[in-house]
C-alpha cells in the first residue's frame, strides 16, 4: 500500500485534528474534536489513555477530556462510568508498559475478528500570565504568587538529578539529538512553550514504540495524540502537536505521524487576537513513523565491528541447542548459560543484536540507539543483556525459541 492509500485510510482521524496543530484551541474544542474522528471512523470498540503531569492545574485537561470523549466513547466501566487509563506524573512522562495494559483492558471486541481504537492522549502543559506586556510563558498565578508551570520540565531543564528528569533527559537526548541546545535557539520568551511541545512530541514517541512493538490481545488501531495545555488564568486551551496511527489489526501494519517535528528550533511562533500559533517545516506532510529495532538492526549489520566472538564455552553449548531446541525447559537453561558468557565477551554486539531482531523490553530502545553512536558502553549493553536474563523465567516459549535461533543463525 502507498503511503497515500494507507493515509486516505485514515483521514477520519486526520483530518478533524489537523487543523488544530499548532493552533491554541479551546480544550472543549479539542476534545469534541477527538470525539467526532472517533464517530466519523466508527470502530467495534474504544478505549481511552490518558496521561498528563500530576500538576493541580491539569485537572482541567483531565476533567474536559473526560466529559467531551471519556463520557461518550469509551464503554461502561460500572453504571454512569466511563473512564480513560490514566498515567499523571511529573512533566507527564510516558510509562513503559501502560499503553499494553490500556490495550487488554479495553480488549473487548465482540465479534472475535472486530477491531478496536484506543486513543492515547498524551498532555504536557504550560503556564500562561497575561500583563501589561502581553503573555508570559512558564509561569502561572498561583495561591497568590507566581509559579513555575510545569515545574517538573523546568527542573529537569535546570539540571535536576532527581530520577524522573533523569527519565527526561534519556528522552530528550533519544538518537543523539541533543534536544536542549536546540531550545537555547527558541526566542526566551516562547522557550518554555516550546519545552512542552518537545516533551509531549518525545512522550508521544515513547507511546508509539510500545505499540508498535507490542502484540494486541485484540486488532488495535493505536491513535496517540500528543498536545500541550496552556494553563491561565481563565479557561484553559491546547495546542495539538501532532498524531500518530499505528495500525495493529492484521499482519500488514501502518505507522503514520502528521503533525509538528521534534526540533523546536524549526519552530515558528506567532500571536494573534491572544492566540499562538506555531508552524514548522514538518506540518503539512504525513510521513511514516520509523520502526526503532529495525534502524538498530541495520546499523549492526552496517558495522563490521559489530560481530560476537568466537568462544569455544559458547559454541560448546549450542551445539547441543538443537537437539534441545524443542524443548522449553532445556531452551531457557541454554539461554541462560550462553547470556552471562556474551555478557563477558562481546555485550554490545549480543545487545544489539537481540533489540534488533525484537527480543527484549522495547523501553530500551534509547540505550540501544545511544549503544550504536557509542560503542564504548559497554555498562549499558550488560544492563540490556541482565534485564533479558531475569526476565528468561517469564518469557512464553515462542520467545525463548526465537531467541535460540537468533544465537543459533549468529554462530552459524
Ligand atoms: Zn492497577
Ligand atoms: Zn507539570
Known amino acids: 500500500m502507498t503511503l497515500a492509500d494507507s493515509t486516505a485510510r485514515f483521514e477520519a482521524l486526520f483530518e478533524r485534528v489537523t487543523p488544530l496543530i499548532g493552533v491554541e484551541t479551546p480544550l472543549d474544542q479539542v476534545g469534541f474534536a477527538l470525539k467526532f474522528a472517533v464517530r466519523q471512523l466508527r470502530p467495534p470498540a474504544v478505549g481511552v489513555q490518558h496521561i498528563t503531569c500530576s500538576d493541580e492545574t491539569e485537572r482541567e485537561c483531565v476533567e474536559t477530556l473526560q466529559r467531551c470523549l471519556v463520557h461518550d466513547v469509551s464503554p461502561r466501566l460500572k453504571f454512569g462510568n466511563h473512564s480513560a487509563l490514566r498515567t499523571a506524573n511529573l512533566a507527564g512522562r510516558y510509562e513503559w508498559g501502560s499503553l499494553p495494559v490500556a490495550e487488554n483492558h479495553y480488549a473487548i471486541t465482540q465479534p472475535s475478528g472486530a477491531y478496536k481504537l484506543l486513543v492515547v492522549k498524551i498532555n504536557a502543559h504550560v503556564g500562561v500570565t497575561r500583563g501589561n506586556g ?55 520568551r516562547h522557550r518554555s512553550v516550546a519545552l512542552a511541545l518537545i516533551s509531549a512530541r518525545l512522550q508521544a514517541r515513547s507511546a508509539v514504540l510500545e505499540a508498535q512493538d507490542h502484540r494486541p490481545e485484540t486488532p488495535t488501531i493505536y491513535w496517540i495524540v500528543a498536545g500541550v495545555t496552556l494553563n491561565k488564568p481563565d479557561r484553559d486551551s491546547e495546542i495539538v502537536v501532532g498524531s500518530y496511527v499505528v495500525d495493529r489489526r492484521g499482519e500488514a501494519t501502518t505507522d503514520l505521524y502528521r503533525g509538528l517535528g521534534d526540533d523546536p528550533s524549526h519552530y515558528e511562533f506567532s500571536e494573534a487576537h491572544h492566540r499562538l500559533e506555531i508552524r514548522d517545516d514538518q506540518l503539512p506532510t504525513v510521513r511514516e513513523a520509523r520502526d526503532h529495532r529495525r534502524i538498530v538492526d541495520q546499523e549492526w549489520k552496517r558495522r563490521g565491528e559489530l560481530r560476537l566472538s568466537r568462544d569455544t564455552r559458547v559454541q560448546k553449548v549450542l551445539r547441543n541447542a538443537r537437539e534441545h531446541s524443542n524443548d522449553a525447559g532445556a531452551r531457557k537453561a541454554i539461554i541462560a548459560t550462553v547470556i552471562p558468557l556474551l555478557a563477558d565477551l562481546s555485550p554490545v554486539s549480543a545487545a544489539l543484536l537481540f533489540f534488533g531482531q525484537g527480543i527484549g523490553g522495547i523501553y530500551h530502545a534509547y540505550r540501544a540507539h545511544r549503544l550504536c553512536r557509542d560503542v564504548e558502553r559497554s555498562d549499558d549493553a550488560r544492563q540490556m543483556l541482565e534485564d533479558l536474563e531475569e526476565r528468561l523465567g517469564t518469557l512464553p516459549p515462542e520467545e525463548t525459541k526465537k531467541i535460540l535461533e537468533v544465537l543459533l543463525a549468529a554462530y552459524g
Open 134 to 188: 502581553g503573555r508570559t510563558y512558564g509561569r502561572l498565578d498561583r495561591y497568590g504568587r507566581e509559579s513555575i508551570v510545569c515545574s517538573g520540565l523546568h527542573a529537569f531543564l535546570a539540571g535536576s538529578q532527581v530520577p524522573f528528569a533523569d527519565e527526561l533527559r534519556e528522552v530528550f537526548q533519544a538518537e543523539g539529538c541533543d534536544r536542549l541546545a536546540l531550545l537555547d535557539r527558541v526566542d526566551p
